[in-house]
């Protein structure tokens, strides 16, 4: 089917962004080879939505067969007609749909010599099927008079449990009804979603916006992402870890790196402009909703959050990486972000949790940055790894609005002082700052450094503004991007091969 004959079939849109994920699957399912030629005009008529096919269980099946594979293992049974044992391939749900789907075949069993045997391979894809009954109102795309199945989890996994997203929608307590087309939908949309797990964490990307545009958004940027065959997750990422933000950002890079590489390259089309902000938003903006929890049997969600600010992050990984100077500087950018994480007992990577989370948000990052820098950078010896300062003095330009000559000015003293304090191992000096709880507190501190390190205090940082501003930044921001660069040159200082490290790992990635 040509691209035209399928976006015809996508005019009846739910607003919903599992069930339209759905439909984009199904549509894209009308390329498929492997299709069966009797469910073409099946499919074509359940897109088309004007009148909904008596029996969709076929489309059921081939869907509920595409994700339940051969685990590589076998195991035997007792074939009744030949009356002998025979091996069989083991199946199971494809990771990680397994947690939303309940269903387990049991079939017959017979007692063979010494063992119980079942009478044929166990399919748990035979009996996904719907059997509506009645006919009312689709909750979700609003068709009227039509059969209605009851929603479960496996339909629409992230509403059906309480414990999830159903109280966002009022009729989940009396339960959610769906019409042929919307639980068929809601079966296939499994197949659209990008996903991370780190041990028993689970981390889903959903995206959504018309259905039109989320189509183009599947073809031209998500299955190119999308990895056919990998474990822990189904799209490459520069670093992974169990909280909710640090994931977002990592899918967030590899987007973005995607989108740079075909910027460069010259490619031009309306999606990817859209993105990149080279012209506006025009319809709905795209949006992913990321999905965070634990699995085990089940899945049970911890943390949901959405991002639609593609435009202004995009413009300023740009900016990262035209002002990094290397071969590779996405690599470079990569390994900023890799670096916030310190292993004691296990790997934890809370501060860069922190780090993105505050960006995400839009907020500053600055004392995440100084918490991991004090607590594990001293710890380890080692400073900050190299384009970090550069990261975020542009981040601090570009979101926050920062006066670029207060930049420069922290970052040369903030440089000056730590280097001198190397000199005369005067770390408490560092620590004191840091520490400085309130303006008169950071005042009394540089008034030390004064005569404890003999450095000059630029006037600028001492001329205070109405409500405890200086050069038009809060004052706790300041300190902290003082005390920022002020141990980062003191560990560069004291530790000279740390620095070289982390430019020799940055030049072989």
């Known amino acids: 089917m040509t691209r035209g004959g399928m976006l015809?079939?996508?005019?009846?849109g739910t607003g919903n962004f599992w069930i339209d994920n759905g439909l984009v699957v199904l549509s894209r399912l009308l390329t498929n080879d492997n299709l069966p030629a009797p469910l073409n005009p099946l499919l074509q008529q359940l897109l088309a939505g004007d009148k909904l096919p008596a029996d969709v269980n076929p489309l059921l099946q081939q869907l509920a067969e595409q994700i339940y594979q051969q685990t590589g293992k076998t195991e035997v049974y007792w074939d009744e007609q030949s009356q002998q044992i025979k091996t069989y391939n083991k199946r199971n749900w494809q990771e990680p749909i397994g947690l939303f789907i309940s269903v387990v075949d049991s079939p017959p069993k017979k007692q063979v010599n010494d063992k119980e045997l079942f009478t044929r391979p166990p399919n748990a894809a035979s009996l996904i099927r719907i059997n509506p009954r009645g006919k009312t109102k689709c909750d979700l795309c609003g068709a009227d008079e039509v059969p209605i199945e009851s929603a479960r989890l496996y339909l629409f996994p992230f509403v059906v449990d309480?414990?999830?997203f159903g109280n966002f929608y009022s009729v989940a307590k009396r339960g959610v009804k769906l019409c042929p087309r919307c639980a068929v939908a809601g079966f296939a949309a499994f197949q659209s979603w990008l996903w991370r797990r780190q041990g028993n964490t689970y981390h889903f990307f959903v995206f959504h916006t018309d259905l039109e545009r989320l189509s183009a958004l599947h073809e031209s940027v998500l299955s190119p992402l999308r990895?056919?065959?990998?474990?822990?997750?189904n799209f490459e990422v520069d670093f992974f870890g169990e909280y909710p933000s640090e994931n977002l950002f990592a899918l967030l890079l590899s987007l973005f790196k995607f989108l740079h590489a075909r910027e460069s390259g010259g490619e031009v089309s309306p999606l990817l402009a859209e993105l990149t902000g080279?012209?506006?938003v025009v319809g709905n903006p795209i949006v992913v909703y990321a999905f965070s929890g634990e699995g085990g049997k089940s899945f049970s969600m911890r943390a949901f959050t959405q991002f639609d600010r593609f435009q202004l992050f995009y413009?300023?990984?740009r900016r990262w990486i035209e002002a990094l100077s290397a071969n590779?500087?996405?690599s470079v950018l990569a390994q900023v972000f890799r670096q916030f994480q310190h292993k004691r007992q296990r790997t934890e990577t809370i501060w860069r949790e922190w780090v993105c989370s505050a960006m995400l948000k839009q907020i500053d990052p600055s004392p995440s940055i100084e918490?991991?820098?004090?607590?594990?950078?001293?710890?380890i010896r080692r400073a900050l790894s190299y384009g970090t300062l550069e990261m975020l003095q542009i981040y601090l330009q570009e979101v926050l609005k920062m006066d670029e000559k207060l930049l420069n000015i922290l970052k040369g003293f903030g440089y000056e002082l730590g280097r001198v304090a190397a000199e005369k191992s005067e770390m408490g000096l560092l620590y004191a700052l840091r520490n400085a709880?309130?303006?008169?507190?950071f005042l009394d501190v540089l008034n030390q450094i004064q005569f404890t390190l003999e450095k000059t205090i630029n006037p600028e940082l001492l001329r205070v503004e109405p409500g405890e501003r200086i050069a038009g930044a809060p004052w706790n921001r300041v300190k902290t991007l003082l005390a920022i660069h002020a141990m980062n040159a003191y560990l560069r200082t004291k530790y000279p091969a740390s620095e070289a490290q982390s430019q020799e790992e940055v030049s072989h990635e």
């Open 328 to 330: 590779n500087p996405h």
């Open 437 to 441: 709880k309130n303006l008169d507190q």
């Open 278 to 280: 080279a012209q506006p």
């Open 227 to 233: 990895l056919a065959e990998v474990k822990g997750g």
């Open 371 to 379: 918490a991991f820098l004090y607590d594990v950078c001293t710890e």
């Open 315 to 317: 413009r300023l990984y």
């Open 162 to 164: 309480p414990g999830k």
């Open 8 to 12: 015809m079939l996508l005019q009846h």
